[in-house]
Nanobody, 113 residues
Framework: VKLVESGGGLVQPGGSLRLSCTVS????????MRWYRQAPGKERELVATVDIAGVRTNYADSVKSRFTISRDNAKNTVYLGMNSLKPEDTAVYYCHAPVLAVWGQGTQVTVSS
């Protein structure tokens, strides 16, 4: 069972990124998924969740209306679209399958001018 995040990088404030989480070893279509983030010196924070069908989503207040979680079960991939990025969004972003208790290795997002 493996989760691999990608798509992070350095972006200017106000910019956009799309993170991907590709899974292997299990059928993505059977599991709800989450994105978390952890900034230096801070605890890991839940950012967004998506149900099995990709219909019901939830977001942290700090990212509502700016971030979008989605999934493509046929491609075994979960996405996190991030718009209007702010310096406080700088963190390592992790994909998580809560039922399986599996984490990815994370992808760094840095928002800076």
């Amino acid at each position: 069972v493996k989760l691999v995040e990608s798509g992070g990088g350095l972006v200017q404030p106000g910019g956009s990124l799309r993170l991907s989480c590709t899974v292997s070893g299990f059928a993505l279509r059977s599991y709800a998924m989450r994105w978390y983030r952890q900034a230096p010196g801070k605890e890991r924070e839940l950012v967004a969740t998506v149900d099995i069908a990709g219909v019901r989503t939830n977001y942290a207040d700090s990212v509502k209306s700016r971030f979008t979680i989605s999934r493509d079960n046929a491609k075994n991939t979960v996405y996190l679209g991030m718009n209007s990025l702010k310096p406080e969004d700088t963190a390592v972003y992790y994909c998580h399958a809560p039922v399986l208790a599996v984490w990815g290795q994370g992808t760094q997002v840095t928002v800076s001018s």
